[in-house]
């Protein structure tokens, strides 16, 4: 079992940055390769990037990349998503989740998520 707690979500200016903390409690946080989800009003639960176990390999959605950095922290149980440059289309629910595969990018593929937080960016 692993439980995700989000946090870090908040109000930005378009250009602004905001860097997410996703906290795991369980031992088997290194054993899971982590990814990022968002989720806006009236649409789909859309992937956004992943790591893998080690923190090693990272894979991300055209939309982000370059923009968006996910890292990991296995010592202390945490993942990261430092978000640059964001754009007013970025604004959504964040959900960090935990899968036993490495690279997905399918919800059905993390068998654990997070309650989500909330990320608005304004023009």
């Known amino acids: 079992q692993v439980q995700l707690v989000e946090s870090g979500g908040g109000l930005v200016q378009a250009g602004g940055s905001l860097r997410l903390s996703c906290a795991a409690s369980g031992r088997t946080f290194s054993r899971h390769a982590m990814g990022w989800f968002r989720q806006a009003p009236g649409k789909e639960r859309d992937f956004v990037g992943a790591i893998s176990w080690t923190g090693d390999n990272t894979d991300y959605a055209a939309s982000v990349k370059g923009r968006f950095t996910i890292s990991r922290d296995n010592a202390k149980d945490t993942v990261f998503l430092q978000m640059n440059s964001l754009k007013p289309e970025d604004t959504a629910v964040y959900y960090c989740?935990?899968?036993?595969?490495?690279?997905?990018?399918?919800?059905?593929?993390?068998?654990?998520w997070g309650q989500g937080t909330q990320v608005t960016v304004s023009s």
């Open positions: 989740a935990a899968s036993v595969f490495y690279p997905r990018a399918n919800v059905g593929d993390y068998g654990f």
